[in-house]
C-alpha cells in the first residue's frame, strides 16, 4: 500500500478529478484521495459539454470518468490512481507543491 501523506504538509499538489454524479469508479478514486487528506477540484463533466471536451483533450482522447490530474500531470482513471498508490508514487506526487 502507498504511504499516507501527511497532514502537516501545507503546501502540496494540485489535484484535478474529472467526475459525474453516477460513476462509482469517480467515488472509489475520490475515496482514495479522502483517505489520504488530499484536497482536490472535482469537475463534474456530466452536464457541461465543454469542460468534457476539455477533460478529453488533457486526456489524450480518454473520455471515461474519472480522469485525473496531479500538478497538470495525467494519472489517467481510478484503477491508475489506485495502482500508482500501491507502486509507492503517490505519495511523492502529491507532495510536490503546485506550481502559482
Known sequence: MGGLVPPQWC???KVEIYTT???PYCYRAKRLLDER???YEEIDVMADSKRRTEMVQRAGGRT???QIFINGQH???SDDL???DRAGGL???LAQ???E
Open 97 to 99: 507543491p503546485a506550481a
Open 75 to 77: 494519472v489517467g482513471g
Open 11 to 13: 503546501e502540496m499538489a
Open 21 to 23: 454524479m453516477i460513476c
Open 37 to 39: 487528506q488530499v484536497p
Open 91 to 93: 505519495a511523492p506526487m
Open 64 to 66: 471515461s470518468v474519472p
Open 82 to 84: 489506485y495502482a500508482l
